[in-house]
């Protein structure tokens, strides 16, 4: 073997320097990285072509992240890679993230005629989710049956992962129930699939199968678990996954400890959420980001800004989300001046662009201070680009909040004209001109919503009681209890209107009689669960309502009253933040 020192033979030579990589490497001179400069020696030692160490390189190279252009070539330069090769490569580019190429190994190991195993499998499924490539993931599918790996647990656990990824959960959900032998892995992909496309009372549901069939949970249970609590607002579930894991000694680390103070916030209780912040021994960016907005969701603005300061002083830099936590706080607080300072320091501190996030929050900021002329023109000068929809959607809130009818006509038509599919818009536009007492064209407004099939997203609540969660839609009758429920939701609303109490009967359709407007806002859906949660609990338990829409006001009223006559606290998280009602006041303070 030549020495790394001493001369080199001809034949060493003659291949070093005829090799495309060595060029590249002389042409890096001194700027060579560590992994770089022992390939060199590899090539001069006349070793360059050894599989062996090649694949090892290869394997730390995907590990260090080396450039694509490098990791390729180097590939290309083993005359026939052998089935150890292929499948050490597929499984280090799925498993460092480097989905396209370990999809690139997958095709060449086919072309080459390599057999494939579980495990590559595995990695190449994992890889078409990464990549959202979902009719190559298909294709692979049909792959693992003609191998014969159709029942393997490992493949099993990455196709429930795949089509959940994809949105398409009812697949998934048929994957997983063909399984034979369900690992906790194909537990946790299924648990997450259900939370991360929005069904969080399946996902809890299939945690007490789960609990039934005596399979163990572990950290990532949880993390999934915690997530989809927060969704559908079920703390009692909540707390006592914050209980197990105490009881048997988890390790609290910053991903479970971020899903279980996001749990806390969502599910409003911000100052127990505080707690487990304060208990973190480590807290990265998303957990400080995380805090910060749980206490702008409750209104607590001047705790967020008292945290971010904190933040700013002694932990990770801010990143764009945190500025949108922290602008967001400022915009349900109040802070005006704070917010303006916090953008400016944002882009001149941070050297942070604007994103449509943070120019929302401004004019959402503004706008709900009442300074809807200053809101106006941030829109307008936003450039160079033309403000996003959800821009413009903020500015109509605002006018619609401050009864500025002109402008909003404006913006809505302008809303129109750039997103003319979207139902928010016509349903906005139509309240502005029922507002404004322009009932033609509300009438006009309706109509073009029917002619093209456009209907307005569907409201739902959701309460949870003795760990189970219920769901309640307008005028919803599905539940076995509904008589006795609207019974005592009309003794309830009755009581309310003898304590004052009026309808605002403009909240819902203008071409109705006043009657059937009182009967449309009666049974709301948070009403609904209302009136449920108070016959299923007893006296002086806080109910806590998740509802999925704005609250509009006429339900915000009643609610205030409803917390007097029934002398309870009701907690209502609805698509903009928390509403704590107690003694017939709202801590956002009709400020929402």
Known sequence: MASFHGNQTTSSTTTLTHSPIYHSIILAGPRLKPLQQIHARIIITGLGRTRSLITKLLSFAYAAASPISYTRRLFFSIPKPDTFLFHSLITLTSKFSFPQESLLYYRRMLLANISSSNYIF????????????????????????????????????????????????????????????????????????????????????????????????????????????AQVGAIGLGCWVHEYIARNCFDLNVVLGTALMNMYSRCGNVSKAREVFDSMEEKNIVAWTAMISGYGMHGHGSQAIELFNEMSFDGP????????????????????????QIF???????????????????VDMLG????????????????PKEPAPAVWTAMLGACKMHKNFDLGVEVAEHLLSIEPENPG??????????????????????????????????????????????????????????????????????????????????????????????????????????????LKTGPGVAIRIVKNLRMCEDCHTAIKYISIIANIEINVRDRLRFHHFKDGSCSCQDYW
């Open 368 to 383: 709900r201070a009442g300074h809807l002329n200053e809101a106006y023109q941030f829109v307008k000068n936003i450039s």
């Open 425 to 534: 818009h016509y349903v906005m536009l139509s309240n502005i001109y029922a507002l404004a007492g322009r009932m033609d064209r509300v009438e006009k407004v309706r109509n073009i919503m029917i002619r093209n099939r456009l209907k307005k997203e569907v409201g739902y609540s959701t309460i949870d009681v003795d760990h189970k969660v219920y769901l309640f839609s307008m005028g919803d009758k599905s539940h076995p209890k509904t008589n006795q429920i609207y019974l005592y939701l009309d003794e309830l609303m009755s009581r309310c209107r003898e304590a004052g109490y009026i309808p605002a009967s403009e909240s819902v359709m203008h071409e109705v009689e006043e009657e059937e407007r009182e009967y449309a806002l009666r049974y709301h859906s948070e009403k609904l669960a209302i009136a449920f949660g108070l």
């Open 122 to 229: 595995s990695a190449v499924i994992k890889s078409s989710a990464d990549l959202m490539a979902f009719s190559i993931g298909e294709t692979i599918h049909c792959h693992v049956y003609i191998c014969g790996y159709g029942l393997d647990a490992y493949v099993q656990a990455a196709l429930v992962s795949f089509y959940a990824k994809s949105g398409r959960v009812m697949i998934a959900r048929k994957v997983f129930d063909k399984m034979p032998d369900k690992t906790v892995v194909a537990w946790n992909s299924m648990i997450s699939g259900y939370e991360q496309n929005g069904f969080g009372k399946e996902a809890i549901e299939l945690f007490y199968l789960m609990q039934d069939l005596g399979v163990k949970p572990d950290s990532s249970t949880f993390v999934s678990l915690l997530s989809a609590c």
């Open 344 to 362: 400016t320091t944002m882009k001149q501190e941070y050297g942070l662009v604007p994103s449509v996030e943070h120019q929302v929050c401004m």
């Open 317 to 340: 830099r801010p990143n764009n989300v945190t500025f949108v936590a922290i602008l967001s706080a400022c915009a349900h607080a109040g802070l005006v001046d704070e917010g303006r």
